[in-house]
């Protein structure tokens, strides 16, 4: 069979510079071949938003294509792509999983492109970091070297602009006092169409013959799965949220779950947006006059700072750092946590924020550091357990993505290779922070009694715990040192101890 070698795409690589020519792009005119392999969604206990998503974003994409696409639904993928092309040679981008690159290169007709979406070559990368081990990895030096290289807000003479390459201490405001929701109007939501029904009644019927099954609930889509919605998703945030972006970037809010977060971590990592268009519509807006820099630079920080830099990590760091567990931490996940089971918790905030994940597959990165990682933490629960949780429940959670987000972030499970500190905090922090405290039955400032905000007796449970290692670290050591003048350690201790596992 003659003409141009046929280009596989995964479902993560809808956008059009997955397609575009160039050095190390597909063949211009090649036929694009997708496979909807059923044993995915065999294989792990997804969100159903998710499955949803996923699979609308492959058929919306199919339909785009028109004639050029071959879609085909198997059960596998090695039985999907035979069917496609037969023996044929094909390409594909370099996936964004270990088990997918795997695979593609067990199959001898197949070529691995390099990677697309992503700004910083791996060779790049492996140069700044050195070996394996060989330095501490902070996201910041990478950041500033990312910055460079993109001439993002930088002054002609590369100096950054307003003088300063971080403005994060700008974007720690609580939400204003008073305030149930920022005033601002909400995120772009697509209209779901055919595709759509057709996918929910795919699922339905799948889920009833007991071929797959699911955690949480699917509403109407919330997120783009077309390359036209992710364009007016990025558009409609710049023009009417990133301007609130910065200074409430860590608040919190009962009944406000989007605050100004863009939301657009789903698109992006569907592969409808790519990366630099993202920080360049923050910059542009930003010269423009239309945002300040404290919005503009953490939008962009987040991008191609801290998105760019667990991407690399995740293909530096080895398939052995999923296993890091400095702390010995091995509890499994309760099932009321693994089952998003809020009405089973009293405790407000992580009760609310369990319900959002089970509604939505989606929270914003403060929940899911400060409430969802926290408890985790503060209870010793399993790294690598909870790193397939959050990958499996988040409609932007992908392998790549939450590895080093959850194992080196959220856990401090590689005793500090890519952060300087665990991120364990108590009530205060989280009623500083945020609005759910006050109709709580608990109390933020009480670790004692049946008030006792179990986050707070949490918190010096676990700085108890691992007191040496707190102590060692010039930026948790006044915790620690602050656990011998705690009133009350034994009984805080044991009320924890007679929690166990139970729902707070």
Not at 133 to 142: I, Q
Not at 454 to 483: C, E, I, K, S
Request: charged letters at 25%; glycine letters at 8%.
């Amino acid at each position: 069979m003659s003409g141009p070698r046929p280009h596989w795409l995964f479902g993560d690589q809808l956008g059009p510079h997955f397609l575009a020519p160039g050095e190390g792009g597909p063949d211009p005119d090649a036929p694009v071949v997708m496979i909807e392999a059923r044993s995915v969604l065999r294989r792990r206990r997804f969100h159903r938003a998710k499955a949803h998503l996923v699979l609308s974003a492959m058929r919306h994409a199919a339909e785009a294509l028109g004639d050029r696409a071959r879609y085909v639904r198997a059960d596998t993928y090695r039985e999907g792509l035979a069917k496609a092309v037969g023996r044929r040679q094909v390409t594909v981008c370099h996936p964004t999983s270990r088990a997918a690159l795997g695979l593609v290169r067990d199959l001898d007709r197949v070529t691995v492109l390099p990677p697309r979406g992503f700004l910083v070559p791996f060779a790049d990368f492996r140069r700044w970091a050195g070996e394996p081990g060989e330095r501490r990895l902070l996201m910041e030096d990478f950041y500033h070297r990312v910055r460079r290289a993109e001439h993002l807000l930088l002054e002609p003479d590369g100096s950054p602009v307003g003088g300063r390459w971080n403005l994060d201490r700008d974007n720690r405001e609580p939400p204003p006092k008073g305030a149930t929701a920022l005033p601002l109007p909400a995120p772009f939501e697509p209209e779901e169409d055919g595709i759509d029904e057709e996918v929910r009644a795919d699922l339905d019927r799948w889920e009833r013959a007991g071929e797959v099954a699911f955690v949480g609930r699917d509403g109407p889509r919330r997120f783009a799965a077309t390359r036209p919605e992710a364009e007016q998703a990025l558009a409609h945030f710049v023009a009417h949220r990133l301007a609130d972006f910065g200074r409430y970037e860590d608040a919190m809010l009962h009944a406000d779950p989007w605050l100004a977060h863009s939301a657009l971590s789903v698109p992006l990592n569907l592969g409808l947006l790519d990366a630099r268009e993202c920080a360049r519509a923050a910059e542009t807006a930003y010269r423009a006059g239309r945002v300040p820099l404290n919005s503009a630079e953490g939008f962009v920080r987040q991008i191609v700072g801290w998105r760019e830099y667990v991407w690399q990590l995740y293909w530096h760091l080895g398939e052995g750092y999923r296993d890091a567990n400095r702390l010995r931490h091995h509890e499994p996940l309760p099932s009321w946590f693994r089952d998003l089971d809020a009405d089973a918790v009293t405790a407000r905030c992580l009760s609310h924020v369990l319900a959002e994940v089970r509604d939505r597959g989606w929270v914003h990165h403060i929940p899911r550091l400060m409430v969802l990682g926290n408890w985790a933490l503060q209870h010793g629960w399993d790294p690598r357990e909870l790193t397939d949780w959050f990958h499996r429940c988040f409609v932007d959670g992908y392998d790549w993505v939450m590895t080093a987000n959850v194992v080196g972030m959220s856990q401090f499970a590689d005793g500090g290779l890519i952060t300087t500190k665990p991120y364990a905090a108590g009530g205060a922090y989280l009623n500083r922070m945020g609005d759910h405290c006050r109709p709580c039955r608990y109390r933020p400032t009480e670790r004692l009694g049946d008030r006792a905000c179990p986050f707070t007796t949490g918190y010096w449970a676990f700085v108890h715990r691992h007191q040496d290692l707190l102590a060692a670290n010039h930026r948790t050591a006044r915790a620690a040192a602050g656990l011998h003048r705690l009133t009350g350690l034994s009984e805080v201790l044991a009320a924890e101890h007679t929690r166990g596992q139970s729902p707070p």
